[in-house]
């Protein structure tokens, strides 16, 4: 039917051919790829490019004017998928991607937790100088031009009329995040990612002795390349994982059920870190369907507590003295436990009444803001949105509900 590209400038993960529906936009007929575009920025040699799911979908953008022939040579009607700053911010590719009139660029906005991270306000100069001795993408001089031009519009164009380039359709989680000037027959509500991983698996049962348990959603905290260097203290390491399996224990016992560790994607490739949780299944890949069958939800600040949320289980978010050197973890969980409302216990003192409260949060205004907003479809994203911009590039005059929200 048609080419569906997504713009990606970060990592590859193997989860894409769930986040992006891939396999379902295949059955409707379409073709795929996403087109890899960190080597213009020069920083490809930074970040993940291995996941072998995708591998077959995959083009990598190794120059604008390789970038430009791609696009000369796209179908009519070809859909592009970005975040909406990728383009919005670095308009140079979208000049190059919207210099035919024929393609459609649908920029995706999600909302999310705001996470903290302190104070890191800089101040327009430096942000600017930075940006373009940074990344390749500004040069030549004329990229910068295009660059400083954009900021001014952005920034100062609404007061005289001038708008900055904007996406011919704007994919969103929240009408909140909808601006007031923007085109409402042009807005596509739809779900957070982990809705439509929910709507792909919600059939997927797991083996009943997995069920009616309580499922902690561990992040190889101290393991997990990205917090490599966390564990640099010896004595830290040892005394969380035995106070997490003390804390899981006594839940155990508090509430008669068996503890299931949802393990982390990179527990693939350390063998013996289950050994960490002796006594305890350990299963890694099947998160969303321990969480649909959980009787208690346990975690530190997983975003698989999406899934609590969505099927409104009792979460306990947990704690440790150790954590509170390190404001990567710090942030994110005192940010997720305010927007949940959900009770937090330190693995390192607590009593037994903490385990006794009320663990079960109200969910609604989580899921309104983060999730799903009320009366949108059940139906998967990426589908609906392409359904949708095809249908009104070809005069039709289908209802699409999602799409007429606010």
Do not use: C
Request: net charge positive.
């Amino acid at each position: 039917m048609g080419k569906i590209i997504f713009l990606e400038s970060r990592l590859f993960r193997n989860s894409m051919i769930e986040t992006y529906q891939i396999n379902q936009l295949k059955e409707s007929g379409h073709e795929i790829e996403i087109w890899y575009l960190g080597q213009l920025f020069g920083v490809s040699n930074n970040i993940v490019l291995k996941a072998p799911a995708i591998e077959e979908y995959v083009v990598m953008i190794n120059s604008l004017s390789y970038l430009k022939a791609k696009v000369e040579d796209l179908p009519a009607n070809s859909v592009f998928f970005s975040m909406l700053g990728l383009l919005y911010y670095y308009p140079i590719l979208y000049k190059v991607i919207k210099s035919r009139k024929d393609l459609i660029w649908i920029g995706r906005i999600t909302k999310s937790i705001p996470k903290g991270g302190g104070n890191n306000k800089q101040s327009i100069f430096k942000a600017v100088f930075g940006s373009i001795m940074f990344y390749r993408i500004y040069r030549p001089l004329g990229n910068v031009v295009l660059y400083l031009v954009q900021k001014v519009i952005r920034k100062w164009g609404r007061t005289v009329g001038v708008k900055s380039y904007e996406p011919d359709y704007l994919m969103v989680t929240n009408v909140k995040q909808v601006p007031q000037s923007f085109p409402q027959d042009k807005v596509i509500i739809t779900h957070a990612d982990d809705y439509n991983i929910h709507l792909l698996k919600k059939n997927i049962d797991v083996d009943t002795s997995l069920q009616d348990a309580i499922v902690f959603l561990d992040q190889m905290l101290y393991f997990h390349p990205d917090f490599r260097n966390l564990g640099e203290d010896k004595k830290d390491v040892e005394d969380y994982y035995y106070n997490l399996n003390k804390v899981l224990d006594d839940l155990s016992r508090t509430y008669g059920k068996p503890v299931v560790v949802a393990g982390h994607p990179e527990a693939d490739k350390n063998p013996q870190y289950s050994e960490k949780f002796k006594g305890k299944k350990f299963v890694v890949g099947k998160s969303v369907s321990l969480v649909r069958h959980a009787a208690l939800v346990v975690s530190h600040y997983s975003t698989a507590v999406n899934f609590a949320a969505i099927y409104d289980k009792p979460l306990l978010l947990l704690v440790s003295n150790s954590f509170k050197k390190y404001d990567k973890i710090m942030n994110p969980l005192r940010a997720f436990s305010g927007a949940l409302q959900a009770t937090i216990v330190n693995i390192d003192d607590y009593n037994q009444e903490a385990l006794e409260q009320s663990l079960k949060p109200d969910y609604k205004l989580y899921k309104e803001n983060y999730i799903k907003t009320e009366n949108t479809p059940e139906e998967l994203s990426y589908p609906y949105a392409v359904d949708y911009v095809l249908a009104r590039a070809k005069g039709s005059s289908t209802s699409y509900k999602m799409a007429e929200t606010y």
